[in-house]
């Protein structure tokens, strides 16, 4: 059916995106998601048969280089707990900032996934329409009347406008898709794609929702919702894009998008490995000079059974495949591996600590600390002003703060680092607190730990002897 709906118009950048997107998706997914895709990724031989493609591609084999990576790299960017500075009154709503169950801390972690995967995340910072005036906050948290965020996946923001406002470029449009869950019996999961369009009216925030009706026409779903703050309407609209690099709708390429080409590359090859490997690694029986007098008459191979030719002059002997066609094929792997390693899974191979330096090792993963950093400024920057927004709806207008973690590698401190570091303090050089501070930045002590109660700690456990060689008596 030919729609007419305009709800459901795609911004020409989200068009050109998509396909990229969809690579990305398929092969964070895995092997399943990238052999369903059959020949967008995997083509058929010459006179392939429906069945024999389906082998083809069932012996091929999927090395997730791009997965690993990727979480490799979250994991790097969550190696420390992300600074969160927020007030007092807003701590416990921390807790579960989706109303589904999700944390703060939580949600951090799936922006950053987000964004490592495709390049692009939304957040949605949105209020019940209903008011909470003359309620007290006790009153309105108990009737779940509290800020809440959304997380919006890069293919669910399909439109968008900015325009100049105020001396400055401002969101003026987003249109996002949603899966609403239609009545049906207790067992049925049925849904429907929603549109939600966030804009703004005569100046003010609105929000509304629409469906496609039978007809493929827009039908909106409810009536027009203007949000309000302290009793008045927003003047923009509360949505954050975040990117690898910024927070504008402006889109960029996914950050490991030459790495999931790669990862397919290696895919189709290990396809034709396996395929040549099936055809090539047994050897295949030859007779020649006999021609059966039945030609129904059947002939077996091994110990238990004779094999009788009539014709002296016949002679019966194994084909094995003896050519170089398959090493080619396994050097062009073994070189996409190390181009894969290169753009980012090196994260993920044995170190070679006999030959590598530590400064080395710091070198090679100079790249992926670049593009973890700027991506890390970027979530941190978009959570903040989130966050913000968050806390202010919340009935705090203090500033809130989210830093998340930089330091990506475990630092190393020597022991000559450390007895220097002592040694500067007991000489008056540097204070307690900066032998302290620089304890804890090689985490020496724990981040969580202040220099009171390491103070309290080393107090308690009394004056250390030292060792005089005396054995007991």
Same mark, same amino acid.
């Given at each position: %059916?030919? +729609?007419?709906?305009?709800?459901?118009?795609?911004?020409?950048?989200?068009?050109?995106?998509?396909?990229?997107?969809?690579?990305?998706?398929?092969?964070?997914?895995?092997?399943?998601?990238?052999?369903?895709?059959?020949?967008?990724?995997?083509?058929?031989?010459?006179?392939?048969?429906?069945?024999?493609?389906?082998?083809?591609?069932?012996?091929?084999?999927?090395?997730?280089?791009?997965?690993?990576?990727?979480?490799?790299?979250?994991?790097?960017?969550?190696?420390?707990?992300?600074?969160?500075?927020?007030?007092?009154?807003?701590?416990?709503?921390?807790?579960?900032?989706?109303?589904?169950?999700?944390?703060?801390?939580?949600?951090?972690?799936?922006?950053? !996934? #987000?964004?490592? +995967?495709?390049?692009?995340?939304?957040?949605?910072?949105?209020?019940?329409?209903?008011?909470?005036?003359? %309620?007290?906050?006790?009153?309105?948290?108990?009737?779940?009347?509290?800020?809440? !965020?959304?997380?919006?996946?890069?293919?669910?923001?399909?439109?968008?406008?900015?325009?100049?406002?105020?001396?400055?470029?401002?969101?003026?449009?987003?249109?996002?898709?949603?899966?609403?869950?239609?009545?049906?019996?207790?067992?049925?999961?049925?849904?429907?794609?929603?549109?939600?369009?966030?804009?703004?009216?005569?100046?003010?925030?609105?929000?509304?929702?629409?469906?496609?009706?039978?007809?493929? #026409?827009?039908?909106?779903?409810?009536?027009?919702?203007?949000?309000? !703050?302290?009793?008045?309407?927003?003047?923009?609209?509360?949505?954050?894009?975040?990117?690898?690099?910024?927070?504008?709708?402006?889109?960029?390429?996914?950050?490991?998008?030459?790495?999931?080409?790669?990862?397919?590359?290696?895919?189709?090859?290990?396809?034709?490995?396996?395929?040549?490997?099936?055809?090539?690694?047994?050897?295949?029986?030859?007779?020649?000079?006999?021609?059966?007098?039945?030609?129904?008459?059947?002939?077996?191979?091994?110990?238990?059974?004779?094999?009788?030719?009539?014709?002296?002059?016949?002679?019966?002997?194994?084909?094995?495949?003896?050519?170089?066609?398959?090493?080619?094929?396994? $050097?062009?792997?073994?070189?996409? $591996?190390?181009? %894969?390693?290169?753009?980012?899974?090196?994260?993920?191979?044995?170190?070679?600590?006999?030959?590598?330096?530590?400064? +080395?090792?710091?070198?090679?993963?100079?790249?992926?600390?670049?593009?973890?950093?700027?991506?890390?400024?970027?979530?941190?920057?978009?959570?903040?002003?989130?966050?913000?927004?968050?806390?202010?709806?919340?009935?705090?207008?203090?500033?809130?703060?989210?830093?998340?973690?930089?330091?990506?590698?475990?630092?190393?401190?020597?022991?000559?680092?450390?007895?220097?570091?002592?040694?500067?303090?007991?000489?008056?050089?540097?204070?307690?607190?900066?032998?302290?501070?620089?304890?804890?930045?090689?985490?020496?002590?724990?981040?969580?730990?202040?220099?009171?109660? %390491?103070?309290?700690?080393?107090?308690? $456990?009394?004056?250390? !002897?030292?060792?005089?060689?005396?054995?007991?008596?």
């Amino acid at each position: %059916m030919e +729609t007419k709906s305009q709800v459901s118009k795609t911004h020409p950048e989200y068009d050109a995106m998509a396909t990229k997107w969809q690579r990305c998706r398929d092969c964070v997914s895995g092997g399943d998601a990238v052999k369903a895709a059959g020949t967008r990724y995997l083509p058929r031989l010459a006179d392939q048969t429906d069945t024999d493609y389906q082998a083809y591609k069932t012996r091929a084999s999927f090395f997730n280089a791009t997965w690993r990576t990727i979480q490799a790299l979250t994991g790097m960017l969550f190696r420390r707990p992300p600074v969160v500075d927020v007030p007092e009154s807003v701590n416990a709503l921390l807790k579960d900032v989706t109303m589904s169950g999700v944390s703060f801390i939580t949600f951090a972690q799936q922006i950053a !996934m #987000e964004t490592l +995967t495709v390049g692009r995340v939304g957040i949605l910072v949105d209020y019940p329409s209903q008011s909470t005036e003359g %309620m007290t906050a006790a009153e309105a948290a108990k009737l779940n009347l509290r800020p809440v !965020m959304q997380r919006y996946e890069t293919e669910s923001i399909i439109n968008w406008k900015t325009a100049w406002i105020g001396n400055k470029t401002a969101l003026t449009l987003v249109v996002l898709t949603e899966e609403a869950a239609l009545e049906g019996n207790e067992f049925e999961h049925k849904t429907e794609t929603r549109y939600r369009v966030l804009d703004l009216f005569n100046g003010a925030y609105r929000v509304r929702v629409f469906r496609i009706d039978d007809k493929g #026409e827009d039908e909106q779903v409810g009536g027009d919702i203007f949000p309000v !703050m302290s009793g008045k309407p927003l003047d923009f609209i509360p949505f954050f894009f975040l990117g690898v690099d910024d927070t504008t709708p402006q889109l960029d390429l996914p950050p490991f998008l030459d790495l999931v080409d790669l990862n397919l590359d290696h895919y189709r090859m290990s396809a034709d490995h396996k395929h040549g490997l099936h055809f090539t690694g047994l050897p295949t029986g030859v007779i020649t000079g006999y021609r059966p007098e039945n030609e129904s008459e059947k002939l077996y191979v091994g110990a238990a059974h004779f094999l009788v030719l009539p014709d002296p002059q016949a002679k019966a002997s194994f084909l094995e495949y003896t050519g170089q066609g398959l090493s080619a094929i396994v $050097e062009e792997l073994e070189r996409t $591996e190390a181009q %894969m390693a290169i753009l980012g899974a090196r994260l993920l191979t044995a170190e070679k600590k006999a030959t590598e330096t530590s400064q +080395t090792a710091q070198i090679h993963r100079a790249g992926e600390s670049s593009v973890l950093s700027s991506i890390a400024s970027t979530i941190s920057r978009a959570l903040t002003q989130a966050l913000t927004l968050f806390s202010k709806w919340a009935g705090s207008d203090a500033e809130c703060k989210v830093e998340l973690n930089q330091e990506f590698l475990p630092p190393e401190m020597t022991p000559q680092e450390l007895s220097a570091l002592v040694s500067a303090w007991q000489t008056g050089a540097i204070s307690m607190q900066v032998l302290f501070d620089q304890l804890q930045k090689k985490e020496v002590i724990a981040s969580d730990l202040t220099l009171e109660e %390491m103070q309290a700690q080393i107090g308690s $456990e009394g004056p250390r !002897m030292p060792d005089m060689g005396v054995e007991e008596v």
